[in-house]
């Protein structure tokens, strides 16, 4: 046994698990008029599949005032319990546990969901919603409360193994404990004492409501990290004084608040197990069952964390929703074969912050278990000879779909290693974990049985020579040729150029931000790393205006200034002028209408959008029996989309 | 040719089969029962062929025993089908998780009760355990006991048995009846019996004895009997190694930029060199900067 801590089981209250990963808790906004849906079930019915010992579902809300999120399950409701039991049931035959979250998520929500005023223990508007909510009376708490216990005998009722209240990140329970929220003078604020009491009194109400024999667990959050707020020291003391309560059975953790909401997610830039020394600090003072959660994406390093005593059960989330067989394939010692997460945020955080279901760049299926989940993949009635012309993201996919289902699969691509774009975007500062993404897939891509061709460019007369049944065209995008007058002059390149290193750069260089993504910022901080100086210039009101959601602006814009990189937001670009060493840039400010003109640099370097490269699908298009064009020589987009071009069109052949 | 027939007691154990695949628990808790295939031990089957060829050449008896839940009865029929002449089940929901000792006590009962001329059964359980059950009941009930026989001759009230030694090296050793032996498995081929021999031993009767039968009180037997305690498999809470959090003294700030610094590092230690009575004073100093004293009062 290669992972001997991992595997061994643990006892959480009264509630044994098979192994320590626990799939942890985080939005998924599949649930139905506020439901549990069948999404759910499928979902967590996968993981369970997929072998975790414990899975803890998202939050579900316990007041009509929560309102956080538009699609929360409102676990208050007696209606939700046959929901909960066809989950409970469902990932019960994987021989998993599984536990309900329940949160009130206090000033962290939006009354405009509800329409009813946000409760909190002070009238501190939350920095994200940004809304003065209303300083809870006594008999608010107690209400609270009651619908905590209520909602916490749903959650039995609905055959769950068990119930975690959120006291990390996003609670009132936090707000009422942090001095950085809680300002008042009555017997719910000041002391420390005092600051636990309405905390308690929620562990207390659930602990009655739902007996002694049930588990029952919190999260706290190790440290808010935050000027005057919790540091890891104080709720180590918290911490041990609710164990010492002797109510609750283990202790989860998360880290930060939405003042530093990226350190909640962290994404790739981000070190793997970024949160180890919180969870080891806490573990140090308390002798209940301590989770640890951030960036463990891979079983070795879970196995060493639990290995060193610095926590007793790894969770996994980004982890699980990238690969839910991770725990499967490491038990069977299959390490090759896991889909590794790169902690990229655009599918799970980058969809969830803007209220769309959640997905993953690297697992098309998330969400759509039931359709495109394990044992969905039918064999191909037909055998067919298929050639994928293009060995990025999307024919990657393609292939592998298409070799898996029984098709004689042939990938042609021109360079030498599969991989299209993500080889170059992956030399941007701090994305060279992207790379994984190919990394997981090429291995795949083998054992599917597909046989690879690189260096090979074929000509459309060679393709039809051959003769396929079906031909998926995935030849990618480049960077425009022409974005903006005098982009063709000397000294002027583009972002893919840069990155792959081939162009003499001079010292001064502007960088032309029309990307607002990694592909302009990342290219920044590689060329500041050089030593150079770089100044960007974008039409939106800040750079990195697409990084928000993945929880990437802050840290981006932080290593951006930290460099010395300057920027001037706002402005138009209309041309690009001069010699090398004297490049000027022409452009108008949008909002002012002021035109102006920056310069000299050494270089400028365009990051002004993809043109796709399809000649080949136009060459072919009505003499093949079968063609398809999937990715960026569609439309240039993102991986993600690539991914899921390739793994639709490859079931689908 | 003995004018009194040997009584031969043979005992039938089941063991799992190792050739299938198990299925694992989650580490250290051990093998899935759940459609676990069992089969009759080899060895035992082989002592009982050697038990048989005996009874064949007319001068013995056989009897089948066997300790078990009801499953172990397709083990029992399959002796009587081979052709022992009684066949006994021994089961008591409590004699689950005995050890060697409880189950020594209970075959002793057993040999005190049948008083067998000959115990027979297999030296070693084919999925690899050792069963020291039988013997150490032979050596409470004063019996000899050979183990690893690969070939047994009955001579009046002795019994010849051929051992097998170290390393191919064969011994032969005579015992006195009454005494127990267990058999080597792989040097014999026990029987195949025949399908008229098989449908009558569905419909033969088992006997089936319970504690009562035996006289044995509870207590003395299975996991209350057991000399020791069965533990539950837990992997061992590792202790935690030493690490360094950040430094709650830190501004928030700081403390972010140790935690993506991708591991924190301890503070570097600092050398003071000062005459000695210089040195409280200035311990003191460090203590209080370092807030781990608290602030004189004034």
Same mark, same amino acid.
């Given at each position: 046994?290669?992972?001997?801590?991992?595997?061994?089981?643990?006892?959480?209250?009264?509630?044994?698990?098979?192994?320590?990963?626990?799939?942890?808790?985080?939005?998924?906004?599949?649930?139905?008029?506020?439901?549990?849906?069948?999404?759910?079930?499928?979902?967590?019915?996968?993981?369970?599949?997929?072998?975790?010992?414990?899975?803890?579902?998202?939050?579900?809300?316990?007041?009509?005032?929560?309102?956080?999120?538009?699609?929360?399950?409102?676990?208050?409701?007696?209606?939700?319990?046959?929901?909960?039991?066809?989950?409970?049931?469902?990932?019960?035959?994987?021989?998993?546990?599984?536990?309900?979250?329940?949160?009130?998520?206090?000033?962290?929500?939006?009354?405009?969901?509800?329409?009813?005023?946000?409760?909190?223990?002070?009238?501190?508007?939350?920095?994200?919603?940004?809304?003065?909510?209303?300083?809870?009376?006594?008999?608010?708490?107690?209400?609270?409360?009651?619908?905590?216990?209520?909602?916490?005998?749903?959650?039995?009722?609905?055959?769950?193994?068990?119930?975690?209240?959120?006291?990390?990140?996003?609670?009132?329970?936090?707000?009422?404990?942090?001095?950085?929220?809680?300002?008042?003078?009555?017997?719910?604020?000041?002391?420390?004492?005092?600051?636990?009491?309405?905390?308690?009194?929620?562990?207390?109400?659930?602990?009655?409501?739902?007996?002694?024999?049930?588990?029952?667990?919190?999260?706290?959050?190790?440290?808010?990290?935050?000027?005057?707020?919790?540091?890891?020291?104080?709720?180590?003391?918290?911490?041990?004084?609710?164990?010492?309560?002797?109510?609750?059975?283990?202790?989860?953790?998360?880290?930060?608040?939405?003042?530093?909401?990226?350190?909640?997610?962290?994404?790739?830039?981000?070190?793997?197990?970024?949160?180890?020394?919180?969870?080891?600090?806490?573990?140090?003072?308390?002798?209940?069952?301590?989770?640890?959660?951030?960036?463990?994406?891979?079983?070795?390093?879970?196995?060493?964390?639990?290995?060193?005593?610095?926590?007793?059960?790894?969770?996994?989330?980004?982890?699980?929703?990238?690969?839910?067989?991770?725990?499967?394939?490491?038990?069977?010692?299959?390490?090759?074969?896991?889909?590794?997460?790169?902690?990229?945020?655009?599918?799970?955080?980058?969809?969830?912050?803007?209220?769309?279901?959640?997905?993953?760049?690297?697992?098309?299926?998330?969400?759509?278990?039931?359709?495109?989940?394990?044992?969905?993949?039918?064999?191909?009635?037909?055998?067919?000879?298929?050639?994928?012309?293009?060995?990025?993201?999307?024919?990657?996919?393609?292939?592998?779909?298409?070799?898996?289902?029984?098709?004689?699969?042939?990938?042609?691509?021109?360079?030498?290693?599969?991989?299209?774009?993500?080889?170059?975007?992956?030399?941007?500062?701090?994305?060279?974990?992207?790379?994984?993404?190919?990394?997981?897939?090429?291995?795949?891509?083998?054992?599917?049985?597909?046989?690879?061709?690189?260096?090979?460019?074929?000509?459309?007369?060679?393709?039809?020579?051959?003769?396929?049944?079906?031909?998926?065209?995935?030849?990618?995008?480049?960077?425009?040729?022409?974005?903006?007058?005098?982009?063709?002059?000397?000294?002027?390149?583009?972002?893919?150029?840069?990155?792959?290193?081939?162009?003499?750069?001079?010292?001064?260089?502007?960088?032309?931000?029309?990307?607002?993504?990694?592909?302009?910022?990342?290219?920044?901080?590689?060329?500041?790393?050089?030593?150079?100086?770089?100044?960007?210039?974008?039409?939106?009101?800040?750079?990195?205006?697409?990084?928000?959601?993945?929880?990437?602006?802050?840290?981006?814009?932080?290593?951006?200034?930290?460099?010395?990189?300057?920027?001037?937001?706002?402005?138009?670009?209309?041309?690009?002028?001069?010699?090398?060493?004297?490049?000027?840039?022409?452009?108008?400010?949008?909002?002012?209408?002021?035109?102006?003109?920056?310069?000299?640099?050494?270089?400028?370097?365009?990051?002004?959008?993809?043109?796709?490269?399809?000649?080949?699908?136009?060459?072919?298009?009505?003499?093949?029996?079968?063609?398809?064009?999937?990715?960026?020589?569609?439309?240039?987009?993102?991986?993600?989309?690539?991914?899921?071009?390739?793994?639709?069109?490859?079931?689908?052949? | 040719?003995?004018?009194?027939?040997?009584?031969?007691?043979?005992?039938?154990?089941?063991?799992?089969?190792?050739?299938?695949?198990?299925?694992?628990?989650?580490?250290?808790?051990?093998?899935?029962?759940?459609?676990?295939?069992?089969?009759?031990?080899?060895?035992?089957?082989?002592?009982?062929?050697?038990?048989?060829?005996?009874?064949?050449?007319?001068?013995?008896?056989?009897?089948?025993?066997?300790?078990?839940?009801?499953?172990?009865?397709?083990?029992?029929?399959?002796?009587?089908?081979?052709?022992?002449?009684?066949?006994?089940?021994?089961?008591?929901?409590?004699?689950?998780?005995?050890?060697?000792?409880? !189950? &020594?006590? *209970?075959? %002793?009962?057993?040999? $005190?009760?049948? =008083? #067998? @001329?000959?115990?027979?059964?297999?030296?070693?359980?084919?999925?690899?355990?050792?069963?020291?059950?039988?013997?150490?009941?032979?050596?409470?009930?004063?019996?000899?006991?050979?183990?690893?026989?690969?070939?047994?001759?009955?001579?009046?009230?002795?019994?010849?048995?051929?051992?097998?030694?170290?390393?191919?090296?064969?011994?032969?050793?005579?015992?006195?009846?009454?005494?127990?032996?267990?058999?080597?498995?792989?040097?014999?081929?026990?029987?195949?019996?025949?399908?008229?021999?098989?449908?009558?031993?569905?419909?033969?009767?088992?006997?089936?004895?319970?504690?009562?039968?035996?006289?044995?009180?509870?207590?003395?037997?299975?996991?209350? !009997? &057991?000399? *020791?305690? %069965?533990?539950?498999? $837990?992997?061992? =809470? #590792? @202790?935690?190694?030493?690490?360094?959090?950040?430094?709650?003294?830190?501004?928030?700030?700081?403390?972010?930029?140790?935690?993506?610094?991708?591991?924190?590092?301890?503070?570097?230690?600092?050398?003071?060199?000062?005459?000695?009575?210089?040195?409280?004073?200035?311990?003191?100093?460090?203590?209080?900067?370092?807030?781990?004293?608290?602030?004189?009062?004034?």
């Amino acid at each position: 046994m290669m992972f001997e801590y991992l595997f061994s089981p643990i006892k959480l209250g009264q509630v044994e698990l098979k192994n320590r990963i626990s799939f942890q808790p985080h939005l998924t906004n599949f649930a139905e008029h506020c439901m549990p849906s069948e999404r759910h079930m499928y979902y967590w019915g996968e993981r369970a599949k997929g072998g975790a010992g414990l899975i803890i579902t998202e939050e579900m809300s316990v007041h009509p005032t929560d309102t956080a999120y538009e699609k929360l399950v409102e676990a208050f409701h007696p209606e939700v319990i046959p929901g909960f039991r066809k989950i409970t049931d469902y990932v019960h035959q994987y021989d998993a546990k599984i536990f309900c979250q329940l949160n009130h998520n206090g000033q962290q929500c939006d009354g405009s969901i509800s329409r009813l005023p946000v409760w909190a223990p002070s009238p501190m508007p939350d920095v994200l919603f940004r809304e003065t909510p209303k300083e809870m009376e006594p008999e608010d708490i107690e209400e609270v409360c009651r619908y905590f216990a209520k909602s916490a005998v749903h959650v039995r009722e609905g055959g769950f193994d068990g119930v975690e209240l959120q006291f990390g990140h996003s609670s009132l329970a936090r707000q009422f404990l942090s001095p950085l929220t809680n300002f008042r003078s009555d017997e719910f604020g000041g002391s420390l004492e005092n600051r636990m009491r309405a905390p308690l009194m929620f562990i207390e109400a659930v602990r009655k409501a739902v007996g002694k024999d049930f588990t029952l667990g919190i999260r706290l959050c190790a440290d808010e990290m935050i000027p005057g707020g919790l540091d890891l020291g104080q709720i180590q003391e918290i911490g041990a004084r609710f164990e010492a309560s002797g109510l609750i059975d283990f202790m989860d953790l998360s880290i930060a608040t939405f003042y530093n909401l990226y350190l909640v997610e962290g994404s790739m830039h981000t070190p793997l197990g970024y949160t180890i020394p919180l969870a080891a600090g806490m573990r140090e003072k308390i002798k209940l069952p301590v989770f640890c959660t951030g960036r463990i994406n891979d079983p070795v390093m879970a196995e060493k964390v639990l290995a060193n005593g610095q926590s007793d059960m790894v969770g996994m989330c980004r982890a699980l929703i990238c690969d839910p067989f991770l725990p499967k394939k490491a038990f069977e010692g299959r390490l090759e074969d896991i889909r590794y997460c790169v902690g990229d945020n655009q599918g799970c955080i980058g969809r969830m912050g803007i209220n769309r279901t959640l997905g993953c760049i690297q697992n098309p299926a998330v969400g759509l278990e039931k359709e495109w989940g394990e044992g969905t993949l039918k064999p191909a009635p037909v055998k067919k000879k298929v050639m994928v012309v293009g060995g990025g993201p999307a024919g990657l996919w393609a292939a592998k779909m298409a070799g898996r289902r029984g098709h004689q699969v042939d990938l042609h691509d021109r360079n030498e290693n599969l991989g299209g774009q993500v080889l170059t975007a992956m030399k941007g500062a701090g994305r060279d974990e992207f790379g994984v993404i190919i990394r997981n897939e090429k291995d795949q891509v083998d054992k599917a049985g597909v046989r690879v061709h690189l260096q090979s460019r074929l000509t459309p007369e060679e393709i039809l020579k051959a003769n396929p049944d079906v031909v998926v065209v995935a030849t990618g995008s480049q960077p425009k040729s022409h974005p903006v007058g005098g982009a063709d002059g000397p000294a002027v390149f583009n972002v893919w150029q840069v990155l792959d290193g081939k162009p003499e750069l001079g010292d001064k260089v502007c960088l032309i931000d029309y990307d607002g993504h990694h592909r302009a910022s990342a290219t920044a901080e590689r060329l500041a790393d050089l030593g150079k100086t770089v100044h960007i210039i974008t039409s939106s009101l800040f750079v990195g205006a697409e990084l928000g959601p993945t929880q990437d602006l802050y840290l981006t814009r932080q290593r951006l200034l930290q460099k010395g990189v300057t920027f001037t937001p706002d402005i138009a670009v209309m041309e690009v002028g001069g010699e090398a060493g004297q490049k000027e840039i022409k452009g108008f400010n949008v909002y002012s209408n002021q035109w102006q003109t920056w310069g000299p640099f050494d270089s400028i370097v365009l990051a002004m959008g993809q043109q796709v490269d399809a000649d080949l699908y136009f060459a072919l298009k009505g003499k093949v029996k079968e063609l398809y064009r999937i990715g960026d020589c569609v439309a240039p987009r993102k991986v993600d989309m690539a991914i899921w071009e390739g793994h639709k069109t490859g079931r689908s052949i | 040719m003995a004018e009194k027939k040997l009584d031969i007691l043979v005992i039938l154990r089941e063991c799992s089969d190792p050739r299938p695949p198990v299925r694992l628990m989650a580490k250290g808790a051990g093998i899935r029962d759940r459609g676990l295939r069992c089969l009759t031990n080899p060895a035992d089957l082989e002592a009982l062929e050697h038990a048989l060829e005996l009874r064949d050449a007319g001068v013995a008896r056989v009897t089948a025993v066997a300790v078990g839940p009801k499953s172990l009865e397709d083990s029992l029929r399959l002796a009587l089908a081979m052709g022992a002449e009684r066949a006994i089940r021994v089961w008591n929901g409590v004699l689950a998780g005995g050890d060697a000792v409880a !189950g &020594a006590h *209970l075959w %002793q009962r057993v040999y $005190a009760i049948l =008083r #067998p @001329d000959l115990v027979l059964t297999g030296n070693r359980l084919l999925d690899g355990g050792s069963d020291p059950a039988p013997a150490l009941a032979a050596a409470r009930q004063d019996l000899g006991c050979v183990s690893a026989a690969l070939s047994l001759l009955v001579k009046d009230q002795e019994v010849e048995i051929l051992r097998k030694g170290d390393r191919g090296s064969r011994q032969k050793i005579v015992a006195q009846l009454p005494c127990a032996i267990l058999c080597e498995a792989g040097f014999k081929e026990p029987r195949y019996p025949a399908l008229e021999a098989v449908v009558t031993a569905t419909t033969q009767a088992l006997e089936t004895w319970g504690l009562e039968d035996l006289s044995l009180p509870e207590w003395e037997v299975g996991a209350l !009997g &057991a000399a *020791l305690d %069965q533990g539950e498999f $837990a992997t061992p =809470r #590792p @202790d935690p190694l030493r690490s360094t959090t950040p430094d709650p003294s830190l501004p928030a700030f700081e403390r972010i930029l140790a935690l993506l610094s991708g591991g924190i590092q301890p503070r570097e230690g600092k050398m003071h060199f000062l005459p000695p009575d210089e040195v409280v004073e200035s311990l003191m100093e460090i203590f209080q900067s370092e807030g781990l004293l608290p602030e004189a009062k004034t």
